[in-house]
């Protein structure tokens, strides 16, 4: 573990594997920067410490909505070429 490590509350270990939202990410092969942070706030809703549960569902309500926008805006650039 990294000294003064302030990331600890994203990290578990499962049957000798550490996981984290990145390993998870990388294991699903998510490369959207959006849908990480989705998968980091879901995962680790209402336990990072400076944030309440509701807080986090709606930060990933939000980051969904966008994600959201971001496709739609893509297939909308796509049309048009």
Do not use: F
Request: charged share 35%; glycine share 8%; net charge negative.
């Amino acid at each position: 573990m990294i000294e003064g490590d302030k990331g600890t509350h994203y990290r578990k270990e499962y049957k000798g594997v550490k996981l984290d939202p990145a390993r998870i990410c990388k294991i699903y092969d998510i490369r959207n920067m959006v849908q990480a942070s989705i998968v980091k706030k879901t995962l680790c809703a209402g336990c990072r410490g400076h944030k309440d549960l509701l807080s986090d569902i709606d930060d990933v309500i939000c980051g969904a909505q966008r994600w959201k926008e971001m496709v739609i805006e893509d297939m909308e650039i796509e049309n048009e070429n």
